[in-house]
């Protein structure tokens, strides 16, 4: 194996990344029911060889329990709302163990549900496996938190759940994939390249980054969470939680390349998160995989 970290839902992809096979595990128990998932993943940090742990990472990942609770039982747009995440062992006894992960021992996701608002915080531990942050929800309708830990001698695993924020839903914004990958955000930018994209397969990311004024190319990238930058990839339906990991941890740009395995066709939400001179910025993308 390569050295590759990615975290990943489906069997047939978790088979194929950790070159296991002969297994028959089923993963549909990890999706979705009644509002609340704790979604498999498979993967681990950048480096880590983790060929042939399918199955124990696997088993303890549902050995591994998440509890998300919001501050209010009616949340309002545009609030401030704390969202506390208790992780446990199957038995409810706190896991308060979890290993710092780029930089963090949490990394929160929250997306709408068309995918069109994205954020990504760090909830403080309060310590006996209880996580807690505040933050705003942007709009009334429905919106995916996940948490994205790595418990002790476990394995890199997500937890998530969907919440509502109440109000007058806004029309969804439509998930099209992009004709052309190259986008300007905040003064820069930004051309994503993916080679040969298909469906399991390991495939390389690299985000070129110019200044959009000048076009010349951006090489003072700071270190975001202790590498070039962070991606997050979604499947369209928000179930599939792809994580992505640096190839070249230490660069500055102009590229920033990273590694990951779609795990099934359909469109994906990719989002590139960089920082220049202090200040993050997060691209979006929108990509079909044939
Ligand atoms: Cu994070």
New binding site residues.
Partial sequence: MKKVAISILLTAALLTACGESGSSTDHSSHNETSGSTNNAAHGNTAGMDHSGKAKETDSKQEDVQAQFKLSTDKPQPNQETAITIKIQDKNGKPIDKLDTV?E?QM??IIVSKDLSFFN?I?PENKGNGEFTVTTQFPTAGDYKVIA?ITPTGMGAMNKSQWFTIQGNVPAPKAIDPDATLTKVVDGKEVTLSIDHLMANKELNLNFNIKDAQTKQPVTDLQPY?GAVG?VVILTQDAENYLHVHPTEEKAKGPDAKFMTTFPQSGVYKIWGQFQQNGKVFTVPFVVKVP
């Fill in positions: 780029h963090k990394h929160l990504h760090h994205d969470l962070h």
